[in-house]
């Protein structure tokens, strides 16, 4: 049996270990409430339960004859009624932008991705206009 050539520092260890057990040294502080920003994105409107049974739902594209079309023609679509419904996004404009400029192992900057990548799916973009973000709407 070899000896034993060292101090236990179980003691220590057990003292520790109440004040380390929250975040491990690489996560990042966590800030207050997150903020939700309200997108809109663009939906077909559908009627209530209540007038369901007296209309007939169509969709808002006309489908033109084939002859039309060949000439040139397209449909042009417009509508009385308000066609978007609301998206979050966990963090506003300015977060987003800023955070596409922090390094590629932070969080920060993988929850601004995502946002771009929610903006995207709603066929919008962030630019930079004066200083002032804007939403502007991609074709």
Request: hydrophobic share 40%; aromatic share 6%.
């Amino acid at each position: 049996m070899a000896a034993q050539n060292f101090t236990p520092i179980d003691d220590l260890i057990k003292k520790l270990q109440p004040q380390s057990a929250g975040l491990p040294k690489e996560a990042e502080p966590v800030l207050g409430p997150s903020e939700s920003l309200h997108l809109q994105e663009a939906v077909e409107h559908e009627p209530s339960e209540e007038v369901k049974p007296y209309v007939q739902p169509r969709s808002e594209s006309i489908k033109l004859p084939s002859d039309l079309t060949m000439i040139g023609l397209q449909p042009v679509s417009s509508t009385q009624f308000s066609s978007y419904k609301n998206i979050k996004l966990p963090i506003s404009d300015e977060k987003i932008i800023k955070g596409l400029h922090e390094p590629i192992t932070s969080s920060y900057r993988w929850l601004a991705e995502f946002a771009v990548f929610v903006l995207r799916q709603a066929h919008l973009a962030l630019r930079v206009v004066h200083g002032k973000i804007i939403r502007v709407i991609r074709s």
